[in-house]
C-alpha cells in the first residue's frame, strides 16, 4: 500500500513509499482509513520541529472504517465507523499514566509519528483508542474529531477556561481557531476573532460560526475595539493563541484585562519572544494543553452529534496520498483551511 512516510531524520525526508499492509496483534482493531487530516504538527514533522521516529507513516488524524478486529476485542464490529485517539502506547505506570494523563506519559508514542499514522490505507490501532462516529457525521467531517478533541482539552476540560459572559478573543481563524471559536461561543462568551489580510475567507467562516467580531490586525488596531466592548474599557476576560505565530501571543497580552487569561493553543515550531513582566503586572493566568485526553474525546464527539460544532466547513482541499507534496505545499501557503489526504485504490 501507498503511504506517506518520514523516512529519516532531518528537514523534508518525506516520501511516498511502498509498503506491506500492517498486521493486527491482540486487542487491536485494523482500519480501513477513509479520510486523514493534515495538521500544523505534520508541517512541523516536514521542517524537523516536531520529534518523530523514522521510518513512520504520518497523520494521526484518521476516519475510516474497521475491517478486521481481533477476538479479544468487545462492543465493535466490522464495519462500524470509526475514529481515534493518537496514543499507539502509553507506559501505564509513569506518574501522569496512573493520573489519568495519558496525553503527557513520558513513554507514550503516537499514530503519525512514533509509529505508523493513517496517510496510507490500512492501519491498526489498539481497540481502547476508538469513537464511533455519530451518524451525521461523515468520514471527511470525522477526521477532524483529533483536533476538536485537542481543543476541548485545552478550552473545557482542565478546568474550563471560558464562562458566559466573557468577552474571547481568538487570534488566528484557521482550522483550530474555527474549532475554538465554535467551543468558545457554545460556553456563552462574546468572541473577537483576529486575523490578517490573507483570512478574508476565515473571516467569512468565523461570522458564521457566530463570531461577534472579526478584524484584521493589519488594518485595525484590535484594542480600540476591545476596550469599547468590555466593561469599563478593562481588556478580554480572555485569549486564545490559535495562531502559531509570535506577533499574535504579543498583541494578545496588551488585549487581556488584568486578572485575565492566556490560553497558548497553536504551536510556533520554536521559541517566540513574549513579555513575562505582564504576567506580574496583570497577574494573568497562562495556561496550555497538549493533544487531547479520552475525556476530551468523548466531549469533541458529542459536540460534532448535537451539531454544535461544524467540521465539514473547514475541509477545503481533499487529495489522494499520492499527491500528498501538493497537499502539504497547499496546505502550507495556507490557500484553504483543512486539507484531506485520502488513500488512493
Ligand atoms: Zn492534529
Ligand atoms: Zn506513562
Redesign the pocket.
Given at each position: 500500500m501507498k503511504a506517506v512516510m518520514k523516512v529519516a531524520p532531518g528537514i523534508g525526508n518525506i516520501e511516498l513509499r511502498d509498503i506491506d499492509e500492517p498486521k493486527m496483534q491482540a486487542e487491536q482493531v485494523k482500519i480501513k482509513v477513509h479520510s486523514a487530516g493534515i495538521c500544523g504538527t505534520d508541517l512541523h514533522i516536514y521542517k524537523d520541529e516536531y520529534p518523530s521516529f523514522p521510518p513512520v507513516v504520518l497523520g494521526h488524524e484518521v476516519a475510516g472504517e474497521i475491517i478486521e478486529i481481533s477476538k479479544e476485542v468487545d462492543g465493535y464490529q466490522i464495519g462500524d465507523r470509526v475514529t481515534t485517539e493518537t496514543y499507539f502506547s502509553?507506559?501505564?505506570?509513569?506518574?501522569?499514566?496512573?493520573d489519568g494523563y495519558?496525553n503527557?506519559?513520558?513513554?507514550?508514542l503516537s499514530i503519525g509519528s512514533g509509529v505508523n499514522g493513517g496517510f496510507t490505507q490500512y492501519l491498526v490501532v489498539p481497540a481502547t483508542n476508538l469513537h464511533h462516529l455519530p451518524e451525521n457525521v461523515s468520514f471527511e467531517a470525522g477526521a477532524l474529531t483529533e483536533p476538536l478533541a485537542c481543543v476541548v482539552n485545552g478550552v473545557l476540560d482542565k478546568p474550563p477556561t471560558v464562562t458566559p459572559g466573557d468577552v474571547a478573543v481568538i487570534a488566528g481563524p484557521g482550522a483550530i481557531g474555527l474549532l475554538t471559536l465554535q467551543v468558545v461561543k457554545s460556553a456563552g462568551a462574546t468572541v473577537v476573532t483576529l486575523g490578517t489580510d490573507t483570512d478574508q475567507q476565515r473571516f467569512e467562516l468565523a461570522e458564521q460560526f457566530g463570531s461577534d467580531y472579526t478584524l484584521n490586525v493589519q488594518q485595525q488596531d484590535p484594542l480600540d475595539l476591545i476596550r469599547q466592548i468590555t466593561n469599563e474599557g478593562l481588556g478580554a476576560d480572555i485569549v486564545y493563541e490559535c495562531s502559531g505565530a509570535g506577533p499574535a501571543a504579543m498583541q494578545l497580552i496588551d488585549l487581556v484585562r488584568r486578572q485575565g487569561r492566556y490560553v497558548q493553543v497553536g504551536l510556533f515550531g520554536h521559541a517566540v519572544s513574549w513579555d513575562l513582566d505582564q504576567l506580574c503586572y496583570k497577574e494573568l493566568i497562562a495556561t496550555g494543553s497538549f493533544a487531547s485526553t479520552p475525556e476530551s474525546w468523548r466531549r469533541a464527539i458529542r459536540l460534532l452529534a448535537d451539531g454544535t460544532v461544524q467540521t465539514m466547513p473547514l475541509i477545503t482541499d481533499i487529495f489522494g496520498v499520492n499527491d500528498w507534496r501538493k497537499a502539504f505545499d497547499n496546505f502550507e501557503q495556507r490557500n484553504g483551511i483543512k486539507t484531506l489526504l485520502q488513500p488512493v485504490g
Open positions: 502509553t507506559c501505564g505506570i509513569c506518574a501522569y499514566c496512573r495519558t503527557l506519559c513520558l513513554n507514550r
